[in-house]
């Protein structure tokens, strides 16, 4: 079975991006939110049993109505999302986000230019294999 | 009752209240008991001169002629005592007083037989007059020299005495005489000279100078006795009077009412009426001859008391004047303070002077250092002795200027007040309403009183002081705590200007970060899936060589925006790392090994990793650290041909070290210093290596290790010959 992605990215290039390498290189099964709200319906959703679970979510920080790290906190009060692993993918290379998101619950903090979606892909199927 | 009778009787009662009042005045005081002394000899001799003068028998006549010499005999001695104790010079005539003791005595006693008065007889106007006896001569002789030595005494006296003193012997020597003249005209008539004791009536007039003096010159100091005893005297027979009116109404009205109503009446009425007529007569007395009924030095007894309990400066200064001029009865005062630094004297407080006056005794400071050399009040009535006693010519001037000046504005009194010897002021004082001098007991009270007052004005002083300092304190204590107020104020706009400005530089790196990064990523994303053939397949090799030289660009478009980015962090003093503690240090080196291992092998150069088997975890920044040790061991592969790169891990007690030791081309002398700064100058083989390096990694990884608190050097032989990087990370910390 496809593993499923859901990438919560506001920037259209990059979900394109993303959305190609994980879909067509990774056959990953990719679905892409691009604001906050509609990634809190999203967990709703899930705790009500109305959408399926992801098996690994890319998270970015800044979106247009919130940040990412608040919908992080979100995941991890909801019993059905908060096992869900996290992999926030962010253009702001700051040491202190970086360890408040992993304070939050998330289990890398990868900076979007370091990771490009080759490098990215390795690091998913590493962590979906482990799981 | 002839002429001599009465005047003998007047002589008599006059003593008889004179010699008590005085007594009773001050008990303890010898001076005193010795005029009650001489007043009662004075008594004995006047009341026994009068019943002589009524006898109508030779027996009574001679009897009360021996009675009157008794008291006759003590006179002079006892008068020559009192003048000796009032003018303090008792031991040094005491000669005189012990041979007049002890040869009056013996006369007293020699009075009661015929040696002394023989007998009586008729001459001139008087039934009865007396005969000397054989020592009534020597007595005679005596008595007048006694009298006359005291004339002279007094004379002597008054050349040397000043101020109120000098008054009062005036009077006492202008009454002697009298009394001496007048009391000796007795004596003609015992020898038979045929001139009648017409002076006898002097004494009335000695008694009467004396009361005089009393009165005006405070001598005996019984005003206050003899004004109270007048004020009861009058207030009494106001009562008997009214009271004997009534009776005689109702005489007049031919008894309307018994005389069981009438006394009774009268009784209760004039107990009624009795205490009013004091008060009416002691107000009377008080405003037309200025007594006062209380003894001053009461009342300025008591003004040292409440002086000690008054600290505030005016209050002070209006207490001792009022009081002053209220008590004594004066027409003015003044109180004036002089500033210890400047010598200046201020008014403080000033009644009846006009306040130029005031000051024109002090313009010059002569009075101020004659107060200071003499330490006693200027007394106006004195001044004149003492300047017939100075010799220096300029003083002499300088004193009559004072004296004239003291005269010109009616100050008839400078009292000095002391602090520590230093004269901190004076009290200036006009003349008394009754016109009397100040007397001795006026000054000693003054200088008593002066002595408080400059104690308690200095604690007025001082407490104003210490009023103005608290209040100065009080205003730089409010003049810092606004002080602070505003420097807090301004540092906490600081500090809100810091954050803010410390949230821009947060935003600002944020936003750059994000600007810069996200057009690389899609230029980076969509190379790598274009190259992948996510698009297509590339059939064109041109067109796929070009695309992987563009991507090779990217990429380091993409190094060099993140090593922009971060010495951007460093530069705006951001914090660069962020620590977790039990960094495990080996994943980090292997993921950099791995990373760079293809590098290596491109050039054909070895990449080896030593490590002991255990190794410490530590507390670091791991993203950031791994990009510090990526730079330096990425370094070591740029500037190494041939040969290789080993990185060594060494732990020490406290220190993790890592070693990155190549075989590369070295670095001169002069490099090494400056290679972590910011803008270091790579050497030209560097430059020939590694045509795109700009020598900004060292400098991050530097900063990087410093954030660390660890520390980064590098050594090299030399040009060519390699060189080893370390980096020293603390175990604990």
């Keep these: ?131 | 009752m002839g002429f001599y009778a009465i005047t003998a009787l007047i002589n008599g009662i006059t003593s008889s209240i004179l010699g008590p009042l005085v007594y009773l005045k001050n008990r303890k005081r010898f001076t005193n008991k010795l005029f009650a002394l001489f007043c009662l000899s004075v008594a004995i001799w006047s009341y026994a001169y009068f019943l002589w003068q009524i006898s109508s028998t030779e027996f009574f006549a001679l009897f009360w002629c021996r009675v009157l010499m008794a008291g006759a005999i003590f006179i002079p001695i006892f008068y020559l005592h009192f003048i000796l104790s009032w003018v303090q010079k008792t031991k040094e005539k005491k000669k005189y007083l012990i041979f007049g003791y002890l040869i009056f005595i013996f006369f007293f006693f020699s009075n009661f037989t015929s040696l002394f008065v023989n007998n009586v007889s008729p001459k001139l106007v008087f039934s009865f007059w007396p005969n000397p006896g054989i020592l009534y001569h020597p007595f005679l002789v005596l008595w007048i020299f006694y009298a006359v030595y005291i004339i002279y005494f007094l004379i002597k006296e008054l050349r040397t005495a000043i101020g109120i003193l000098r008054s009062q012997l005036r009077y006492i020597l202008i009454g002697t005489i009298v009394g001496v003249v007048g009391g000796m005209t007795n004596y003609f008539l015992w020898y038979d000279i045929p001139i009648p004791p017409l002076g006898n009536w002097t004494s009335t007039f000695y008694v009467a100078i004396i009361s005089y003096a009393i009165v005006k010159y405070r001598l005996m100091d019984i005003r206050v006795a003899i004004g109270k005893t007048a004020v009861y005297i009058f207030s009494f027979a106001t009562v008997v009077g009214f009271g004997l009116l009534l009776a005689f109404l109702n005489n007049l009205l031919a008894n309307p009412f018994p005389y069981y109503i009438v006394f009774p009446f009268v009784t209760f009425f004039g107990a009624l009426i009795f205490k009013p007529c004091l008060k009416l007569y002691e107000k009377l007395a008080s405003r037309y001859f200025y007594y006062t009924f209380y003894s001053h030095q009461k009342v300025l007894g008591e003004l040292g008391e409440k002086l000690t309990s008054v600290l505030e400066l005016g209050k002070l200064t209006s207490l001792i004047a009022d009081t002053l001029i209220k008590t004594m009865k004066l027409d003015k005062t003044g109180v004036l303070l002089r500033e210890p630094k400047t010598g200046d004297y201020r008014i403080q407080k000033i009644i009846g002077f006009k306040e130029e006056n005031g000051i024109s005794l002090v313009r010059d400071n002569f009075l101020t250092a004659y107060l200071q050399r003499t330490r006693k009040p200027v007394v106006y009535e004195e001044l004149g002795l003492a300047i017939r006693d100075i010799k220096d010519k300029t003083e002499k001037e300088k004193l009559e200027d004072l004296r004239a000046n003291m005269k010109r504005i009616e100050a008839k009194l400078c009292l000095p007040l002391f602090r520590e010897n230093e004269i901190m002021g004076m009290i200036v004082l006009g003349r008394k309403l009754s016109g009397e001098p100040y007397s001795k007991q006026d000054i000693q009270l003054l200088t008593a009183l002066s002595n408080q007052a400059s104690i308690a004005l200095e604690n007025a002083n001082l407490y104003a002081q210490v009023q103005d300092l608290s209040q100065n304190l009080q205003k730089k204590v409010d003049e810092q705590t606004e002080e602070i107020r505003r420097a807090y104020e301004v540092e906490k706009k600081a500090r809100k200007e810091l954050e803010r400005l410390d949230k821009a530089k947060s935003q600002f790196m944020l936003a750059t970060q994000h600007h810069l990064r996200t057009p690389l990523t899609s230029m980076q994303g969509y190379l790598d899936l274009i190259l992948q053939g996510s698009f297509g397949k590339i059939i064109n090799k041109k067109v796929k060589e070009k695309l992987i030289r563009f991507k090779t660009s990217t990429k380091n478009l993409i190094n060099i925006v993140e090593e922009i980015l971060n010495i951007s962090q460093f530069q705006l003093g951001r914090k660069v790392v962020s620590f977790e503690s039990n960094v495990p240090i080996e994943p980090i080196l292997e993921e950099i090994i791995s990373e760079l291992m293809p590098e290596a092998e491109k050039k054909g150069i070895y990449l080896k990793l030593e490590k002991p088997e255990k190794l410490p975890k530590i507390r670091a920044d791991a993203p950031k650290l791994k990009m510090a040790i990526f730079n330096i061991i990425d370094n070591a592969i740029k500037y190494t041909e041939k040969g290789g790169v080993t990185v060594k891990l060494e732990v020490t007690d406290s220190n993790l070290r890592i070693l990155t030791k190549d075989t590369g081309i070295g670095i001169g002398k002069e490099q090494v210093k400056n290679l972590f700064d910011k803008l270091f100058e790579r050497g030209e083989k560097a430059q020939k290596l590694f045509t795109t390096g700009r020598g900004i990694g060292l400098f991050i990884a530097s900063k990087i290790i410093q954030a660390h608190h660890g520390k980064i050097w590098a050594e090299s032989e030399g040009p060519g010959k390699g060189s080893t990087f370390y980096i020293e990370l603390p175990i604990n910390q």
């Design chain 1, 1 to 131: 079975m496809k593993k499923r992605i859901l990438l919560i990215e506001d920037d259209r290039e990059i979900i394109d991006i993303y959305t190609i390498s994980l879909q067509d290189i990774a056959k990953f099964k990719v679905e892409a939110i691009r604001y906050g709200f509609e990634a809190l319906e999203w967990i709703k959703k899930v705790k009500k049993g109305k959408a399926k679970k992801p098996d690994l979510v890319l998270l970015d920080l800044i979106l247009p109505d919130m940040n990412g790290l608040d919908i992080l906190k979100e995941m991890k009060k909801v019993k059905e999302t908060k096992n869900i692993p996290v992999f926030i993918l962010t253009n702001y290379s700051s040491s202190q986000l970086r360890a408040l998101g992993f304070k939050l619950g998330s289990e890398e903090y990868l900076t979007k230019t370091k990771y490009p979606p080759s490098k990215l892909i390795a690091l998913i199927k590493e962590r979906l294999k482990e799981k």
